[in-house]
């Protein structure tokens, strides 16, 4: 069973930059797709994918952040991060961290992130 604990979110201006940080624990991040989605309160509005590394380092990203965010981990730290760089208002949301092994897939509890206009 994984754990998966966000942290780093917060208020940042719009400019600004924040890193989230995802602990894994229960299974290496080497060996796992992991990512990072986000939601807004919306009615009806779905969680989004921001972005996801696969077991081989490969990366994909969102339209809407594509430029401004990057994924990392470090595998000896189990950790996966997410440096968002030039915030704007609508990146506004809970970001949660996503790991999937196989066909198991495991959420964070999320972290909020608020951006000043």
């Known amino acids: 069973q994984e754990q998966l604990v966000e942290s780093g979110g917060g208020l940042a201006q719009a400019g600004g930059s924040l890193r989230l940080s995802c602990v894994v624990s229960g299974r290496p991040v080497s060996i796992s797709t992991t990512g990072w989605y986000r939601q807004t309160p919306e009615p009806g509005k779905q969680r989004e994918l921001v972005a996801t590394i696969s077991s081989s380092g490969s990366t994909n990203y969102a339209e809407a952040v594509k430029g401004r965010f990057t994924i990392s981990r470090d595998n000896a730290k189990n950790t996966v991060y997410l440096q968002m760089n030039s915030l704007k208002p609508e990146d506004t949301a809970v970001y949660y961290c996503?790991?999937?092994?196989?066909?198991?897939?495991?959420w964070g509890q999320g972290t909020q992130v608020t951006v000043s206009s």
């Open positions: 996503y790991s999937l092994f196989v066909a198991n897939g495991y």
